[in-house]
């Protein structure tokens, strides 16, 4: 018997991050917002309010709708590069005291990100244009 392994294509397949409280200028806290419930197995795009994709420099404390900002800990990859995995640092006490890590795949005009889990809480992801 043969079994296949069905793969998504992140740039066709994606949850939308819209919210405009993600975006890296945003001061205003909600105490009971959090990414760690997002889907781990999901791809997902910043768009709209959030911003084009994710913040690559810290935000500063209490920023992005949360108590602890996260933000790619280097650089976007190019179309060439393919999906690539990147650490992401969440911003406790004003700098990057926790780390987790992201998956990104560059799809010409717009990134994907598949996020791993992480414990801290609460956090989000930072969206930028």
Request: net charge positive; hydrophobic share 30%.
């Amino acid at each position: 018997m043969r079994t296949f392994i069905c793969l998504v294509d992140g740039c066709h397949h994606y949850q939308n991050l819209t919210d405009a409280e993600r975006k890296i200028d945003n001061a205003k806290i909600s105490d009971d917002k959090c990414d760690n419930d997002l889907n781990t197995k999901a791809w997902h795009r910043f768009q709209g309010a959030a911003g084009k994709k994710m913040a690559t420099k810290s935000p500063g404390a209490e920023k992005c709708g949360a108590p602890y900002p996260a933000w790619l800990n280097g650089n976007h990859p190019t179309v060439a590069e393919g999906i690539v995995k990147r650490s992401v640092c969440i911003n406790k006490s004003g700098e990057c005291t926790e780390r987790s890590f992201v998956d990104i795949k560059n799809c010409t005009s717009y990134y994907v990100y598949r996020f791993y889990g992480s414990s801290a809480c609460d956090f989000r992801y930072c969206g930028t244009d």
